[in-house]
């Protein structure tokens, strides 16, 4: 799966990068099933001086629809957590979602 990491007010240290890429594969395994090639998912980190917090969002782009998910917190890798936690619950409320529709109920 493709993904890029856009940078606003903030240098990410490179531990910072691997769990980002840990949180990136646990999205993927999930879509497997639904060809991660075609998925795409960017990744916002941005930190707001005036209010000293760090933020995070990410945009799935991999079915019709686009799955968003956006958290903040004073400590960087906590708002990325809390995040990518958020996108896999509603990625997985998606995936239940489909799987419904193509098997009504008889």
């Not at 940078?7 to 991660?36: C, D, F, M, T, W």
Request: proline share 4%.
């Amino acid at each position: 799966m493709r993904y890029e990491i856009s940078k606003v007010n903030l240098e990410i240290p490179e531990s910072i990068g691997k769990a980002i890429g840990h949180k990136v594969e646990k999205v993927e395994q999930r879509l497997k099933r639904y060809h991660p090639d075609a998925a795409g998912l960017d990744i916002r980190l941005e930190y707001n001086h005036k209010l000293k917090s760090h933020e995070c969002s990410v945009n799935l782009k991999a079915f019709k629809d686009s799955l968003h998910a956006k958290k903040s917190s004073p400590d960087l890798r906590i708002a990325i957590d809390r995040c990518f936690d958020a996108l896999i619950r509603e990625l997985d409320h998606y995936r239940m979602k489909i799987n419904k529709s193509l098997h009504p109920a008889d």
